[in-house]
């Protein structure tokens, strides 16, 4: 129903922006949680929903997937146990069960309500349109909407998620939907059209996050479009028309300093700020003019195949044009056209190679610190090539082998960090997932035009051909698969995984392609995504030559009875009716997931009500000091695996004159990170005024797991300094003491020899 597809479709854009604007990057802990304990427990109540309600008998498709999703998924929070960094792992083992939960409810409402695919790339598509506008809002009004000094000094767009990769990558993805939502023959007119305002505002959001990967995947996706669609040249149509509005007020940006130069004064970025926004307020009206005209004047009579191919050719002819513009352009640079091809590619594998600025000329740009952070993480994977050095544990594992004092959490590259993190069996259970979603993926977007086929005689299985008509549907399941291919070409050489904004979307996206299964077969010989193609077949043969469901080699399409016709009667089998049964089993089920997603809400939950507890702790220790105590106690009770929660309690008890328990509650932290310099260096610094002797042993560890660190080394020449000094004073005092026993023993030796020559005189 339109009024249902509405609201879901609302309702996916609001949960989608809830996650983009409450979490932004993924790297605050607070927000983190509470998006985690959100979209757990949603999603463990519509899987309950779902397994009750599903019809009986229904063909459960993507389980493989969900399982090995959750399988590295316990993987990731049995690291804890050899993790060099467990607390933080057991947080990323919080992150993965919000992830499960999202995939497994994708996959879940593909079985009970497979018409909502709609709902899904409709709300993809509305998501993404309100968070980049609001990305460009922040360089229109930044007196008004910028967030941080940070925001403010780059030229580049990085809110709402603080990282302008993760913007790009948003804008990457959206476009894909607004392919879709352009080229679709099914729909209103009007929503058609405003996928033309739509992609300029992709393509103008993308530019100006000046980001190289996003804009990579973009390319990657809209050819896997080109590859897989039919519904081409409408989709080209969209995509040229978009980015050629999208040009001038990309080309305007670019040119004035105030807006792609960084630390420009607020005045003047306001300033230009506010002509930029009258740019795009005209580059949207256009396009949705444009866009109307097309949907309302353009479409009423389908091309004739000769016009189709010469579009084709041209569209083609343009293509090879770039690409020679392109080759001429490096024949004629200085080191000529395989030179700068050699070149590049050195650059891009150096790991000291010059970080591009952050202004427009980044995007022409090879040279990247990615490099850097793979050989970091090659290196981490060297000393533990089984399991990793854990989930998460990149950061404090690389700081060992890092030649620059540069603060990086992740490792750029989904490949190299899960080989950092979790070895070979995580790589391999990664793969599996992969291999398992890929045929899952390949059954509903029938990719090959193929299908398993059982023959009667003799009895076998068949790997068949199968013409399947391109529906609605279809062309929507393809526009999922092309999401998906953005987002896995990005997290290739980014971390946008950690972004639950963008990793939400890839994640509706794949689950709902695992679980959809095989479609409806259509009629064949109709438009491209026409409504015609989802009415049932009046013939599967390819010997039926019937003249509504016949294909033409030319490829043109052909005559079909109106919609509201009713197809020519054929006596057949009466479909029997799939009854809802709700038996104990799917009781039990029901409530064993909503069991399992309380519990793991109370585990995601468990590390920021430490925090809390802490944090709470540091506010009494003047106040009260006993129950400063009691609350740092309970935050090491409720994530025994903080080593911060054990600063914070040892710092208390220290407050409180428990001198030797605050040092065993250090000691205990370096028991439980070994590897983590942060646990050596807390402790130096402890025993580095009453224990110097100590502290050098102690702090030469913490230099030693952190070479380029300024605290740990500036720590350590202290302790020496100071160890020096006590050894110094120590040495006087035993020189003197010395002195005196020698002073006193000659003493002793006149007064005896003067007693013996007395007597014997």
Not at 5 to 27: I, R, S
Not at 395 to 416: E, F, K, S
Request: glycine letters at 10%; proline letters at 5%.
């Amino acid at each position: 129903m339109p009024g249902t597809t509405t609201l879901a479709t609302l309702a996916v854009a609001g949960l989608l922006c809830f996650a983009t604007f409450l979490a932004g990057g993924g790297l605050n802990l607070a927000p983190m949680t509470t998006i985690e304990l959100v979209f757990t427990l949603i999603a463990g109540a519509l899987v309950a929903v779902v397994i009750a309600l599903a019809p009986a008998g229904i063909r459960l498709y993507g389980l493989w997937s969900i399982g090995l999703l959750l399988a590295f998924t316990a993987l990731t929070g049995l690291s804890v146990v050899w993790s060099v960094a467990p607390d933080t792992s057991w947080q990323d083992a919080g992150r993965m069960l919000a992830y499960s939960g999202v995939f497994a409810t994708a996959v879940a409402l593909a079985w009970l309500v497979p018409a909502g695919w709609r709902a899904l790339l409709g709300g993809i598509v509305l998501a993404a349109v309100v968070v980049c506008a609001y990305a460009l809002l922040t360089k229109v009004l930044p007196n008004e909407l910028a967030v941080s000094r940070e925001a403010s000094f780059y030229a580049r767009l990085q809110e709402p998620y603080g990282y302008w990769n993760a913007i790009g990558l948003t804008a990457a993805m959206g476009a894909i939907g607004c392919l879709w939502l352009g080229a679709r023959r099914a729909g209103h007119a009007l929503l058609t059209a405003m996928a033309y305002p739509a992609m300029g505002l992709m393509i103008v959001t993308l530019m100006l996050a000046y980001s190289r990967g996003a804009l990579v995947a973009l390319v990657v996706g809209a050819i896997a479009w080109m590859c897989i669609v039919p519904l081409r040249l409408r989709a080209a149509r969209v995509l040229l028309v978009g980015g050629a509005c999208a040009a001038p007020v990309v080309g305007w940006d670019f040119s004035r300093h105030a807006l792609s130069s960084e630390g420009i004064s607020l005045v003047a970025r306001t300033s230009a700020g506010h002509q930029l926004g009258v740019l795009i307020g005209a580059m949207l009206l256009v396009l949705t003019l444009v866009g109307i005209a097309i949907g309302f004047f353009g479409d009423r009579r389908a091309p004739s195949a000769g016009a189709r191919r010469a579009a084709g050719i041209t569209l083609a002819s343009l293509l090879v044009l770039v690409l020679l513009a392109g080759a001429g352009g490096l024949a004629a640079s200085r080191r000529g056209l395989t030179g700068t091809i050699s070149h590049d590619l050195s650059s891009l594998a150096n790991p000291n190679a010059t970080v591009p600025k952050n202004t427009p000329g980044r995007l022409t740009a090879v040279g990247s610190v990615r490099a850097r952070y793979w050989k970091e993480a090659l290196e981490v994977f060297e000393a533990h090539p089984a399991l990793g050095a854990g989930a998460a544990g990149y950061g404090t594992a690389r700081l060992r082998y890092r030649t620059q004092n540069l603060d990086v959490r992740q490792a750029h590259g989904y490949v190299v960090q899960t080989l950092a993190d979790l070895g070979i069996v995580g790589s391999a259970i990664s793969l599996a997932l992969l291999i398992a979603w890929m045929v899952a993926a390949g059954r509903s977007t029938h990719l090959l035009d193929r299908r398993w086929r059982a023959k009667r005689s003799p009895p076998s299985v068949a790997w068949r051909k199968e013409p399947i008509a391109y529906t609605p549907e279809r062309i929507g399941m393809l526009a999922m698969l092309c999401i998906v291919i953005v987002f896995g070409v990005h997290s290739f050489a980014d971390w946008t995984w950690y972004v639950p904004g963008d990793a939400f979307v890839a994640l509706m996206c794949a689950g709902w392609l695992a679980g959809r299964g095989p479609l409806p077969a259509g009629r064949l010989g109709v438009p491209a995504g026409s409504p015609a193609a989802a009415l049932p077949l009046d013939a599967l043969a390819s010997n039926q030559s019937s003249e509504s469901t016949a294909v033409p080699l030319s490829g043109e399409p052909v005559a079909l009875p109106a919609q509201d016709a009713s197809p020519p009667h054929r006596p057949s089998a009466p479909v029997p009716v799939r009854e809802r049964t709700l038996g104990p089993l799917r009781i039990g089920v029901a409530i064993a997931i909503v069991a399992g997603a309380l519990l793991a809400a109370w585990t995601e939950w468990q590390p920021q009500r430490s925090v809390e507890a802490s944090e709470q702790a540091v506010a009494l220790i003047r106040q009260n000091p006993q129950a400063a105590l009691r609350a740092a106690q309970a935050g090491v009770e409720r994530d025994s695996l903080s080593a911060v929660a054990l600063f914070r309690l040892s710092a208390v008890e220290h407050a409180i004159g428990e001198s030797a328990l605050a040092r065993a509650t250090l000691q205990k932290a370096v028991q439980m990170q070994p590897s983590n310099p942060e646990t050596w260096l807390t402790l130096g610094e402890y025993d580095l005024k009453d224990n110097p002797r100590a502290a050098v042993g102690e702090l030469r560890a913490a230099v030693y797991l952190n070479p380029e660190s300024i605290a740990a080394q500036n720590a350590y020449v202290q302790a020496l300094r100071t160890s020096m000094q006590a050894n110094a004073a120590q040495s006087r005092t035993s020189l003197t003491g010395h002195a005196g026993v020698a002073l006193r023993t000659s003493r002793t030796g006149i007064i005896v020899r003067n007693a013996n020559q007395n007597r014997l005189r």
